[in-house]
């Protein structure tokens, strides 16, 4: 019940395409759902996140799709570029309570953006 | 601010050493987090700290020991490495409250032969 599933592990998109990333929860108690990038040999760091108040929200180029019934969200990268070329993982909490902001992430994506 | 700092950069150990992965934050933060990150498993919480002298144990804290004596080190103990150990390591920093974002630092790259 704490996991989350993220698919595909890798992506090739051409420059220019919408890159798709899908995550599945079935914790009903997470409430806080970011996006974080990394680039090859750097740490993650946030790209954009959301809350379950919310069906999309938009940062520049990056959108989170958010369906709660179905416990499921996804990023989608519009006008894609090579250097959006990273791996992307989703992540999940609950910010209830306590709120330790312990994160369990999904298992990341790969994204090549070919020029 | 130099943000998440972590040393030694790359490290290989034998089986059975021991060593302490370091790990700095200036941002006066409450909130600290050491996170493993293996190929296809995304990452991992090892260890979580709410404030100087507060540690409690994340998803996979066997083989490992954490102490938080100042707001700004979090330091990890692997005692008895083992090969299952070989992984990268991040420490993470937030502020707590209604912050959220996790600031994470460049990581370890820790080999165990």
């Known amino acids: 019940q704490q996991q989350v599933k993220q698919s595909p592990q890798s992506l090739i998109v051409q420059k220019g395409g919408i890159p798709i990333i899908n995550c599945a929860y079935e914790?009903?108690?997470?409430?806080?759902f970011p996006w974080y990038q990394q680039f090859p040999g750097k740490g993650p760091a946030l790209l954009i996140a959301?809350?379950?108040?919310?069906s999309e929200k938009k940062e520049g180029r990056f959108t989170i799709s958010f369906n709660k019934s179905a416990k499921q969200f996804s990023l989608h990268i519009m006008d894609s570029q090579p250097g959006d070329s990273a791996t992307y993982f989703c992540a999940a909490c609950s910010t209830f309570s306590s709120n330790t902001g312990k994160l369990i992430f999904g298992q990341g994506t790969t994204l090549q953006v070919k020029p | 601010n130099a943000g998440v700092t972590q040393t030694p950069k790359f490290r290989i150990l034998k089986i059975g050493q021991s060593m302490t992965l370091q790990c700095t934050q200036d941002m006066n933060h409450n909130y600290m987090y050491w996170y493993r990150q293996d190929p296809g498993m995304g990452l991992k919480l090892i260890y979580y700290?709410?404030?100087?002298?507060?540690?409690d144990k994340g998803e996979v804290p066997n083989g490992y020991n954490v102490s938080r004596s100042t707001t700004e080190d979090f330091p990890l103990r692997l005692e008895l490495a083992a090969p299952s150990q070989t992984s990268v390591y991040f420490c993470a920093s937030r502020s707590g409250g209604t912050g959220n974002e996790q600031f994470f630092g460049p990581g370890t790259r820790l080999t165990v032969l």
């Open positions: 914790n009903t108690a997470f409430d806080y």
């Open positions: 959301i809350r379950p108040d919310v």
């Open positions: 700290s709410v404030g100087a002298g507060i540690t």
